[in-house]
């Protein structure tokens, strides 16, 4: 515990000063997620306090996170609109999945998966963090400008019929779960039909209204509906808040911006009694635990968001190793990246019980607590403590915040979270593929693919097909380079060292195969014509496999065919220089020996040549090797 405490002073600083920077962004991303505002805080706090505790970065300030919540955006948009709209109604499913993303978190730490997550391509990181600027400022446009779809009643009239048919449907789901057959009873259909009022008709239909809008590709539909429907006010205060964030910054940095943005655009907004829409009542109490996790548990509700669980877990660890990557460089130190995993695994799965959104290392957060002195994990836990005591004794004030002024908030985060640097590197990446008449770099391919499918699409999918295209690429590369670099040769023809004594008369009967580089399913197609490419005139091949460190199945099935395919034609196959890992996988399937004898196994080149006057018609008497 010494440790523990030996940079107090530093670690408090480091810790309430990282605290206050979270508050406006906590609540900005509870709001933005669609629990509210108390969500955000609870994440906020939770995840702080205890991913600081058991994680394995020192100096980590951990909670919601840009990417974390677009991607809870999509699970709590899904969810509610599956339980007829309710928030109170999809909760359960919705915090289960969120336990669920932390608990698979802590498997991942547990299983020593942390240190694999640095070889995710940079163009997948790249696009998506990108897509996730995009997507943040594409839906808060609406709430900037004082929008929201469910208020819109005209809008929202055009979705009574579509109402009518949802209602409808969920009655004769009903009816089908409850064994009713309605063809013979459509006396019980009609009189659950006339229970429906014009209230359940208009709920529905603002659920519908709501999803028709949400996403980025919703607030681009709506976008000349809000724009025939500015309200001024709401806007002004968005405004006002995005020209304080960047303007205060060139005045000082001491003073975290968002916090004074939040601080002056509220007071005016509460002090002038204008007539703005504030953000949902945060209540003051202690946080209780949503119990109804567990006895409200349905796996029907949660088995589409299974894959989702497991990229939000992803997206967590990757998020949060990174800036663990950033405090090492700062700090001049070395985090544990299992033991932050289980660490960050831990907090979202806390947050989850008690209603929190998920979160993962922060990484502005992390340097503003660096800045000011934090050194232990302390600093990461007093954060915690600070955003709980805030919310203890200032929920009431808090709740008086316009919702405008997070809409705002979040727009300089929108902006913040696009990875300019790849989007600069664009034009000067080499362009090392073609689609049609257009030359293109396939990073900047990946990238703009993951960039478009995540922002109009679906965020776990795009990452997961950017993944597929960008290992396919590599797989092609290597491919090519192997290939590139292991023709078939005469042994006069690019010899190695030892080589280029071998005699010119030899040249038409033996033959050399270099291999520079693993024999996998990449390179597999070139390796295959080996054989074609051998003259009948020829009695040996003498393969160097020196630099073959690696063979998958492909590579394994590839040699076999090819030393099949040469026997028939009585040629013989000679190994040189054979590694462990090829032989073993060749010994699994008995190409050694069926196929290739221990005495067709050589160590060296001088080995092999010294066996070669056994097999072929010319004597090693007759070679003479010149001297390198």
């Known amino acids: 515990m010494k440790g523990f405490f030996s940079n107090l002073k530093g670690d408090a600083f480091g810790g309430l000063t990282a605290g206050i920077v979270a508050l406006p962004l906590a609540l900005a991303f509870g709001v933005s997620s669609g629990l509210g505002p108390t969500a955000g805080l609870y994440g906020a706090i939770f995840i702080s306090f205890f991913a600081a505790f058991f994680g394995g970065t020192s100096t980590q300030i951990s909670g919601p996170t840009a990417p974390m919540t677009a991607v809870s955006m999509v699970v709590i948009a899904g969810i509610i609109a599956a339980n007829d709209g309710s928030v109170e109604k999809a909760l359960p499913a919705i915090l289960t999945v969120f336990l669920l993303s932390g608990l698979m978190q802590i498997g991942l730490g547990a299983i020593g998966l942390g240190k694999y997550i640095r070889y995710i391509p940079y163009p997948v990181v790249s696009g998506f963090m990108t897509a996730i600027g995009v997507i943040i400022l594409l839906t808060q446009i609406l709430p900037s400008f004082g929008y929201y779809p469910k208020e819109d009643v005209e809008f929202v009239t055009q979705f009574k019929p579509q109402a009518e048919e949802v209602i409808l449907e969920n009655i004769l789901k009903e009816e089908a779960a409850e064994d009713i057959l309605v063809l013979e009873d459509f006396k019980e259909t009609i009189s659950r039909a006339e229970k429906i009022t014009?209230?359940?008709?208009?709920?529905?239909?603002?659920?519908?209204?709501?999803?028709?809008?949400?996403?980025?590709?919703?607030?681009?539909?709506?976008?000349?509906?809000?724009?025939?429907?500015?309200?001024?006010?709401?806007?002004?205060?968005?405004?006002?808040?995005?020209?304080?964030?960047?303007?205060?910054?060139?005045?000082?940095?001491?003073?975290?911006?968002?916090?004074?943005?939040?601080?002056?655009?509220?007071?005016?907004?509460?002090?002038?009694?204008?007539?703005?829409?504030?953000?949902?009542?945060?209540?003051s109490g202690l946080p209780i635990p949503k119990w109804e996790i567990f006895t409200g548990f349905n796996l029907s509700s949660i088995t589409p968001y299974i894959f989702t669980a497991l990229t939000l877990a992803l997206l967590g660890a990757i998020d949060s190793l990174l800036t663990s990557v950033v405090a090492d460089n700062m700090t001049k130190t070395k985090h544990k990246p299992n033991k932050e995993l289980v660490g960050q695994g831990i907090g979202n799965s806390i947050a989850a019980l008690f209603g929190g959104i998920p979160g993962a290392g922060a990484t502005i957060r992390t340097v503003v607590n660096i800045n000011s002195g934090g050194k232990t994990k302390l600093s990461g836990m007093i954060a915690g403590l600070v955003l709980f005591i805030v919310m203890m004794g200032l929920a009431p004030v808090a709740s008086k915040i316009p919702a405008a002024v997070l809409a705002g908030i979040l727009i300089t985060v929108g902006i913040g979270v696009m990875d300019y640097k790849g989007l600069k590197a664009i034009p000067s990446l080499p362009r090392d593929i073609k689609v049609g008449p257009i030359k293109l770099s396939s990073e900047v391919l990946v990238m703009l693919i993951v960039l478009v499918l995540s922002t109009f699409w679906n965020l776990v999918y795009a990452v997961g097909i950017g993944l597929v295209i960008a290992s396919l690429m590599f797989m092609k590369k290597i491919g090519d380079l192997t290939a590139e670099r292991s023709d078939v040769k005469s042994l006069k023809e690019e010899a190695w060292k030892d080589e280029k004594g071998f005699p010119v008369k030899l040249k038409e009967e033996v033959f050399i195969k270099h291999l520079k580089g693993p024999l996998f399913f990449g390179s597999t197609s070139d390796f295959q014509q080996l054989a074609a490419q051998i003259p009948d005139t020829s009695s040996v091949v003498i393969m160097r496999l020196d630099r073959m460190q690696y063979m998958d199945q492909s590579g394994l099935y590839a040699m076999e065919e090819m030393i099949m395919d040469l026997q028939q034609k009585d040629i013989k196959v000679l190994f040189v220089g054979l590694l462990n890992q090829p032989r073993y996988m060749m010994e699994r399937i008995d190409i050694i020996p069926d196929l290739v004898p221990s005495t067709y196994i050589f160590e060296d080149f001088d080995s092999c040549i010294a066996y070669l006057g056994n097999i072929v018609e010319d004597t090693v008497s007759s070679i003479s090797f010149d001297e390198d």
Do not use: C, H
Not at 233 to 239: G, S
């Open 198 to 283: 014009q209230d359940d008709i208009l709920k529905e239909s603002q659920t519908l209204a709501a999803k028709e809008a949400s996403g980025a590709l919703g607030a681009i539909k709506v976008l000349p509906r809000v724009m025939r429907n500015i309200n001024w006010l709401e806007l002004l205060l968005a405004i006002g808040t995005i020209i304080i964030i960047y303007g205060f910054k060139r005045i000082t940095k001491a003073i975290p911006s968002t916090l004074v943005s939040l601080v002056v655009m509220s007071g005016i907004a509460y002090g002038f009694g204008l007539d703005y829409r504030p953000i949902e009542e945060i209540p």
